[in-house]
Each structure stands twice: as C-alpha cells, then as structure tokens.
C-alpha cells in the first residue's frame, strides 16, 4: 500500500529523486518542503538512501475513489467542458462541487474521467431531455450532466451510503430538485431514457446487458466505463448480442468506455 513522506529540507535533485522511485504524487509543503506519496515497491529505507537522509516521516496514505486513487489532497480537475472542484475549497463559477467521501467518483480515477469525456461529447451534439445513471457512487455522472444542461437525471445504486453521497452532492450543487434517486439495479426500475450511462466493473456490465439495454429509449446512447482494455471485446460483445451497436471506444491508462446506440 502506498505510503506518505514529508521532508523539510530538500535538495535541487529531490523532485527528480522522487520521480525516479516513483512518486505517485508531490507537493510543495508549508515552510519549503515536500510531500509525496511513494509505491510500497519502494520502501522507507530505500528513499531514505536514495535522498542521503538518516530518516524520513512516514505517515499513511489516503485513498480517494474507494481506495483506487492516490492522491496528497483532493483538487479540482477539468474534464471536457467540465469542472469538478472540491466542495471544502472555494467555490469556483459553473463548477461542480463535490465532498471527498467514501463513495467512489470524485472525477480522478481514469473510468469516471472516460465517462465524463463521453458524456459531454454526446450532449454536446444532442441533449437529451434525462439521463439514466446506473451505479452512480458519489453522483458525479448524473449532477455532471445537470449541470452539462441536461434538465433532469435518475440515478439508482445498490449501496445506500453512496446515495447518501449523492444526494448531499445534489443538495450542495443546488441540483436536488433535479435529481431523482433509487436504490436497486435496472432490473428494479422501469421507463427508458434518450441517455443512460454505467461506471461499474466488467462482469456486472456484462451481466446486466440484457436489463440495462432495456432501460434505453429509441436510438438511445449507452455509455459503458469501468472497463479493462483487455475486456473491451467481451463487453461489445455482449451489449451487441442485445442489440446495441459500437460508435466509439475511448481508452486511458488501460481502461476503456464504451459508447453505443440502441438499434430500435
């Protein structure tokens, strides 16, 4: 597991240092120092040696998005024509705000980035009048896409500390009016939506293919994130055998989305 070091006195060649041991994150510290996160692949002793210090102040990691991001602190991100902005720093103008909780989305994992890219392309070119958000963790897909002028968004997810997550998120966004939440899968709802989007693991996604095709309207758009890049073919697969056909492939550090379209 990854773990935290600060350092008050540094050299010239200590970024570089830090870089070379793979850091997976630095920052500038108060009174000219250092903070970095740095692999368990590289332990304290390592570092230590390879900076020319007798000790160093090991601390543990944070993990954001459930653990699958690391990160010093969270930090606001833009992605496509959205900003995504920590709700504990200042507010920025048109910026989605989002608390650091333990529900997965903050916008930095590489599959919610995809989604994101995906969702504001497609609503760029038409926007639909709602979207469907199935397994929607902190929120982050459905409010990105009210505040991406989409008027209203359903999104359901089977843990109910995420949609206690998500509806704070709506609440301080000012977009709750807007958003309808359930608890349950798209075997538990009914209706279909010109939008429907997925941020969930490859095995639920393939599983769920025959239900959530279900759940998008007359050549509606489906986008799928969570994807290995070496599982993209199972998931086409299977999304085509319902029906659906492959318009774009979007990748990022060996994860893939999926965007298709209904062919009713």
């Known amino acids: 597991m990854p773990y935290r070091i600060d350092l008050q006195v ?3 060649d200590t970024l ?10 630095v920052e500038s510290a108060a009174g000219g120092g250092i903070a970095a996160l740095l692999p368990d692949s590289s332990t304290p002793a390592e570092v230590a040696l390879a900076l020319g210090l007798d000790r160093l102040d090991v601390s543990p990691a ?9 990160v010093l602190r969270p930090r606001a991100i833009q992605i496509g024509s959205l900003r995504i902005v920590p709700a504990d720093l200042e507010p920025e103008p048109g910026a989605l705000r989002l608390s650091d909780g333990a529900a997965f989305g903050t916008g930095l994992h590489p599959t ?17 009048d709602s979207v469907l958000d199935v397994g929607t963790g902190s929120g982050v897909l459905a409010l990105g896409a009210l505040m991406l002028g989409v008027p209203r968004a359903m999104a359901i997810d089977i843990d109910d ?8 998120n709506a609440r301080v ?13 798209p075997e538990d709802i009914t209706g279909q939506w010109p939008l429907v989007l997925a941020n969930v693991l490859t095995a639920p996604l393939i599983e769920m293919a025959p239900a959530l095709s279900q759940r998008v309207g007359h050549a509606g758009d489906l986008v799928l994130s969570g994807i290995r890049a070496s599982l993209e073919s199972g998931v086409e697969r299977a ?10 492939v979007k990748s990022r550090d060996g994860w893939v989305a999926l965007v298709l379209r209904a062919s009713w």
Do not use: F, Q
């Open 10 to 12: 540094t050299g010239d």
């Open 16 to 25: 570089d240092r830090l870089v070379e041991l793979g850091a997976l994150d």
């Open 62 to 70: 944070v993990g954001r998005d459930e653990g699958s991001v690391w």
């Open 112 to 128: 919610t980035a995809l989604c994101l890219e995906a969702l504001d392309e497609t609503v760029r070119i038409k926007t639909p």
């Open 161 to 168: 500390e995420a949609l206690r997550v998500a509806a704070d």
């Open 173 to 185: 966004n000012g977009l709750a009016a807007r958003l309808r939440l359930g608890h349950g899968t």
């Open 239 to 248: 999304y085509r055998r319902v029906g659906m056909r492959l318009l774009d």
